[in-house]
């Protein structure tokens, strides 16, 4: 059973910084991406970034050039995942999600989940 743990989050004021890790533990048989989400209150969670197995990163519009995604990966059994957030704002508060998305076996995949963590970024 994959799970995973999340650090970081937080309070910030607007223009700072704060960062996020997620570690996940238990085999996966294949990586497929490692990422983060969001989920404002009253809102649709929403990609922030994402980075796949092969390193193509892909990140929402609206935190591109703010946010920076960074993995580390050993042997598909424990996997990282940072989060770097630059230049906060008040729209970037919400509750984030670490997501591992992996083969269990040959033919079928899952998404696995962190407990989230707040970042509420205000003055």
């Known amino acids: 059973q994959v799970q995973l743990a999340e650090s970081g989050g937080g309070l910030a004021q607007p223009g700072g910084s704060l960062s996020l890790s997620c570690t996940s533990s238990?085999?996966?048989?294949?990586?497929?991406?490692m990422g983060w989400y969001r989920q404002a209150p009253g809102k649709e969670r929403e990609l922030v970034a994402q980075r796949t197995s092969g390193h193509n990163t892909n990140y929402a519009d609206s935190v591109k050039g703010r946010f920076t995604i960074s993995t580390i990966s050993r042997d598909n059994a424990k996997n990282t995942v940072y989060l770097q957030m630059n230049n906060l704002q008040p729209e970037d508060t919400a509750v984030y999600y670490c997501?591992?998305?992996?083969?269990?076996?040959?033919?079928?995949?899952?998404?696995?989940w962190g407990q989230g963590t707040q970042v509420t970024v205000s003055s």
């Open positions: 997501n591992v998305r992996g083969y269990v076996d040959v033919s079928q995949w899952s998404d696995y």
């Open positions: 238990g085999s996966i048989f294949r990586l497929v991406a």
